[in-house]
């Protein structure tokens, strides 16, 4: 079998399979391409280890960043596993394939003064009762009061927000269903939206007819996530300096979380992490922030 066509194999396996998000396959697809532009497109049983040690070369050469091999070859190793798993080929070249270490980046956390400064000003914009502005407030507190992902946030249908008990049903990686709590600023942002913001916005286009999403664009339809991460960069990008996306809030929610005295396993479920080591980075950006204030504060520092 060529080696495209079982990359091609192996994507709609996570599709039905692991039931992987679409954005999750197409990046595999777009590492698994790279090889094959690499290789070429042999029969996969020719690909050998020095072939994907070469591929890792080149990728050095062109600057990659260690991060992006390391997922590149995370990728690759997968997709070899399954096609031995399979049948598909006798032996595995990839056991040998090491990756560069990823280095630890620790993620961008807006302070909790900023983010209220952010959210006020967000909610006086949304007193004036535009729907766009009333439903950019609604993004904003359950993007931080939430922590859910960009694609859990526009995955939301009005019928998963639960206003009694401030929780929201959300579907996040593998199509795993979870339940997250929500403070009542959110609430009152999300009601506020659904009174006065949401029928206006769903007014605007005839493809929201019987539109179940909680959030609508300009358009009337389901929002997309890029608009979100306009939103997001345009009020926080100038104070954290740079590109911000919609994780920033995600990261400093969980950041919040933990400096408040919330429990790891907690913070885990709200997050939705299937492994507590990728919750512990958190742990890593409080203990700096506690390292920081001791070294203003503290005589002998």
Known sequence: ????????????????????????????????????????????AVVDLEM?????????????????????TAAVRGFFAWSTETGVISEDPSLRLVAPK???????????????????????????GDPVALRDHAILE?????????????????????????????????????VVPFGLPALRAVE?????????LASRGSSANGEPALL???????IAPRAVYALVSRELGPELGGAVG??????SAATHLLDGGADLRAVQEILGHASLGTTQIYTHVSSERLTASY?????RA
């Open 1 to 44: 079998m060529r080696i495209g066509e079982a990359a091609e194999r192996y994507a709609r396996h996570l599709t039905d399979v692991r039931r992987l998000s679409p954005s999750t396959v197409r990046a595999y697809r777009g590492d698994l391409s790279g090889l094959v532009a690499s290789c070429g497109d042999v029969d996969l």
């Open 52 to 72: 994907l040690r070469d591929w890792l070369w080149k990728a050095v050469q062109a600057g990659d960043a260690r991060s992006t091999i390391a997922r590149r």
């Open 102 to 128: 990823r280095g630890r980046t620790l993620p961008k956390v807006a302070t909790a003064d900023l983010l209220s400064s952010v959210l006020e000003s967000l909610a006086s914009s949304a007193a004036s």
């Open 142 to 178: 359950l993007l931080y009061g939430s922590a859910v992902r960009v694609s859990e946030l526009c995955g939301l249908d009005v019928d998963d927000i639960d206003p009694q008990r401030r929780t929201a049903r959300v579907l996040g990686k593998g199509a795993k269903e979870r």
């Open 192 to 200: 506020a939206y659904l009174v006065r913001g949401r029928p206006a």
């Open 216 to 222: 609508l664009g300009v358009r009337g339809a389901r």
């Open 246 to 251: 919609p994780h920033a809030l995600r990261h």
């Open 295 to 299: 070294r203003l504060a503290h005589p």
